[in-house]
C-alpha cells in the first residue's frame, strides 16, 4: 500500500511520516523543498528510500497513486483573509482532485473549526453549532464544508484536533526559553483551560482512521480527556530546578501589541503569529472539546498527559542543540 502524506516536512508531518515509514511501500510527500525533507529525515537517522518527494502543484504529480492520504499542510498563521483560504481550502480541494476516488483520506481540521467551548459549557462537541472566531478557523469550516459538498462520497475523515504538543514542534521552543528565566509571561489575568493532544497520540489516531472500516457522519474532536490551564502549560515548560515568575500580562496591553503588529509593514513581512485575528483566541476562557465520539468509534485512546508530553518535547529539544 502508498501513502500520500502532505505537511512531511512540519511538525504533525514530521511524526506521522516516521509512523508511516515502515508500513507503505512508498510515501509520496509533496514539498516546497526536497533537500529539507532529506536533511531532516538524516537528522532522524533515516535513510528515507522509500519516500518520493512531489512537487506542490498536484497537476504535476503524474503517476502517484496512493491507496491512503493524510493531508495535515495548512496555514495557521497569515497575512490576511485571503491567504488562509488559499491553502487551507483551495489548495486542499485541489489535492483531494488529483487522489484516486478509492484512496482513503484524513484531513486535519482543528477545534478553531468549531470556536471556543460555548458558554456554561464543560466542552463542545460535534452537536454544537460552529462559531470559528478567527480567519484560521473560518477558513478550517469552509474546507470542510466544501469538502462535504464537492467529494460526498469519497472515504473521508475529517478530524478536529486542539492544541497539538509533543517532539518536533517549534512553537513550544519560545514556552520553554522563557521558562529558562526569572520571569515568564501569560496573555490575560484569567485562567484558561483547553484540550490537548500529544503528537504522537494523534498520528496513532490518523492511522486508526485510515484503517477503520466505517466513516463516520461528521467531522470529530480528538483530544486527551483531561484539559489543562495555561498555567499548567507554562509550568509545564520550567525545566527543573529553575526558579521564577508568572506574570499575567493585561488584555490591552496584548491589543496594542497586536494592534502594532498589523499596522507595520515590516513586521507583518514576517507572517506573524501575534495579530488582531489570531489575538481573538486568547480571550475565550475555555477551549475544551469533548473527544469521546472519536475514541468510540475508532477504539483509540490518549496514552500521554501533559507532562510526559512536555518532558519529551525538552528532551528533543535538547537532543538537537535547541535547549
Known amino acids: 500500500m502508498n501513502l500520500l502524506l502532505t505537511g512531511a516536512t512540519g511538525f504533525v508531518g514530521r511524526n506521522a511520516l516516521l509512523r508511516a515509514l515502515p508500513g507503505y511501500g512508498t510515501v509520496f510527500a509533496p514539498v516546497r523543498s526536497e533537500a529539507k525533507l532529506r536533511s531532516q529525515l538524516s537528522g532522524e537517522g533515516v535513510a528515507g528510500e522509500n519516500v518520493v518527494a512531489l512537487g506542490a502543484d498536484p497537476a504535476t504529480w503524474g503517476g502517484a497513486m ?8 495548512g496555514v495557521l498563521f497569515a497575512r490576511d483573509r485571503q491567504e488562509y483560504f488559499e491553502t487551507n481550502v483551495d489548495w486542499k480541494l485541489r489535492v483531494i482532485e488529483a487522489l484516486p476516488e478509492t484512496c482513503r483520506i484524513v484531513v486535519l481540521s482543528s477545534q478553531s473549526a468549531g470556536g471556543p467551548t460555548p458558554a456554561g459549557r464543560a466542552a463542545r462537541g460535534e452537536d454544537d453549532a460552529d462559531s470559528p472566531i478567527t480567519w484560521y478557523g473560518e477558513s478550517k469550516l469552509a474546507m470542510e464544508r466544501a469538502i462535504r459538498e464537492r467529494f460526498p462520497h469519497r ?12 517532539p518536533r514542534d517549534q512553537a513550544t521552543l519560545p514556552l520553554f526559553k522563557m521558562g529558562e528565566g526569572l520571569v515568564r509571561l501569560k496573555p490575560a489575568w484569567h485562567t484558561k483551560s483547553y484540550s490537548f493532544i500529544a503528537v504522537q497520540d494523534l ?5 486508526l482512521a485510515l484503517a477503520a472500516g466505517s466513516l463516520p457522519d461528521r467531522s470529530l474532536y480528538v483530544a486527551a480527556p483531561e484539559p489543562i490551564t495555561d498555567w499548567q502549560l507554562i509550568a509545564s515548560a520550567v525545566l527543573p530546578g ?6 499575567p500580562v493585561p488584555q490591552p496591553a496584548v491589543r496594542l501589541l497586536s494592534a502594532v503588529v498589523d499596522a507595520v509593514p515590516a513586521l507583518r513581512a514576517q507572517t ?3 495579530t488582531r485575528d489570531r489575538a481573538r483566541e486568547i480571550w475565550p476562557p475555555r477551549w475544551v472539546v469533548d473527544g469521546g465520539r472519536f475514541a468510540r468509534w475508532s477504539g483509540w485512546s490518549a496514552k500521554r498527559g501533559l507532562v510526559e508530553t512536555m518532558r519529551e518535547t525538552a528532551d528533543f529539544y535538547r537532543r538537537t542543540g535547541q535547549l
Not at 472515504?155 to 509533543?166: A, Q, T
Not at 498520528?203 to 492511522?207: C, K, L, N, R, S
Not at 529553575?242 to 506574570?247: P, R, S
Open 66 to 73: 496512493p491507496d491512503h492520504a493524510i493531508l495535515g499542510a
Open 155 to 166: 472515504p473521508i475523515i475529517i478530524l478536529r484536533p486542539p492544541m497539538i504538543l509533543g
Open 203 to 207: 498520528v496513532e489516531a490518523i492511522f
Open 242 to 247: 529553575k526558579v521564577g515568575l508568572t506574570l
Open 272 to 274: 506573524p503569529s501575534l
